[in-house]
């Protein structure tokens, strides 16, 4: 949480977790990560296998709904990743972690193994190549909001802000030219049509479909400046960067 805890002004519906491996803010009424937030850098990519070991999070108090297995199956949606597997391989433990409800939320299968995988891809081989990130990924609800099992939301889009910097560099390098990635992606079909590029937008954008206040502990001269940048032009180019599907 060095570059600032999300802030939505209403604390009534988050309970803030530290599961070691990640950080979290869950929501007892839609049951499901308000936001997960992460770092990632060359030590977490080992080597241990996927433990796939879903399960409820006992660390949630007694009168919570604790979501378990069932209140995905058949229900048409994936058990998606906020904090993904494949980015906690440094210990059996933390790669178990992330298959706690609690950094689950659903997705279409389409865009869990589509445009979702593909950035979380992406995100690692930037750190195999020598880069630093600091992550927060979560959902956008409408309302009324769908939900599935017992009363679990299902999130219209499912965005995911990463900053950028260089593994010998700490939060306090953060500045004006430091590079934001800032995607949103529709949780509806035809998303799996599309690249991860496709869906890149800005941290403003997203905190305004949110509500929520994004790395407010960054100075605000320097905020004001990346969190305004969308930095579609700079992106690897892709089979498909355009047609952008309605959120």
């Known amino acids: 949480m060095a570059l600032g805890t999300p802030r939505d002004g209403d604390p009534s519906d988050e309970y803030f977790l530290d599961e070691q491996a990640f950080v979290l803010s869950y929501s007892p009424e839609r049951r499901v990560p308000n936001w997960v937030a992460w770092q990632l850098d060359r030590k977490h990519l080992g080597h241990v296998r996927r433990k796939n070991d879903f399960r409820a999070d006992l660390a949630l108090p007694a009168r919570f709904y604790r979501v378990k297995d069932s209140d995905y199956s058949h229900s048409g ?37 589509g445009p979702w995988e593909q950035l979380e891809r992406y995100a690692r081989q930037r750190v195999q190549h020598g880069a630093l990130l600091y992550v927060v990924a979560g959902g956008v609800f409408n309302a009324p ?5 017992n009363g679990v939301a299902v999130p219209a889009e499912s ?31 035809g998303v799996g049509d599309h690249e991860w590029t496709a869906f890149v937008t800005s941290v403003d954008a997203i905190e305004q479909r949110t509500g929520y206040d994004f790395l407010n502990a960054v100075p605000e001269r320097v905020q004001r400046v990346i969190e305004a940048r969308s930095p579609a032009r700079s992106l690897p180019r892709t089979r498909q960067q355009a047609g952008r599907l309605a959120p």
């Open 77 to 113: 949606y994936d058990r998606g990743h906020l904090c993904p597997s494949a980015d906690r391989q440094d210990s059996a433990e933390d790669n178990s972690r992330t298959f706690l409800f609690t950094n689950i939320a659903p997705q279409l299968h389409e865009l869990n193994a």
């Open 145 to 149: 909001t769908a939900t599935i099992g």
């Open 159 to 189: 965005f995911k802000i990463i900053v950028v910097l260089k593994q010998e560099q700490g939060p306090g390098d953060v500045d004006e030219n430091t590079e934001v990635l800032a995607v949103s992606m529709p949780n509806q079909r």
